[in-house]
């Protein structure tokens, strides 16, 4: 090998181990000590409060699960005919969902049902919810750490 060619090889084995040591370091990052855990808050802008309950408990990592997701108005009316598009991922991770959760039934008194839910590593998740009902649209995102 050349000089040229041993400096190359070696400032390439350095770059592959520094890129595995991110990896590695990202993985297994732990969630901040401030993340808020709560399953129920107001929306961004206030229009609803909502409340995010799993069916089954504790959580694990693997399976499918469902959720039952409470919408209902600052004062404790409860909204019918929401639309909620669901979204989320791994925020150390820089990946989404690993399926597409979505409302498969609406059970009266605000709340809907989302099934299709997958975990499948631990650490810090979020859930989003994008909400409309009655002409109007507001965002929640839940933390979840597993
Ligand atoms: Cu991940």
Redesign the pocket.
Known sequence: MSGMRKTIFVVLALVAMAAAIGVYMM?HMSPPDDLDLSRSKATANGLFQVTIAPESEPLRQGPLHAWILTVETPDGVPVEAAEIAIDG??P??G?GLPTSPAVTGSLGDGRYRIEGVRF??G?WWELKFAIAADGRMDEVDFNIVL
């Open positions: 993985i991922g791994m150390q991770h990946h499948n590593m650490g």
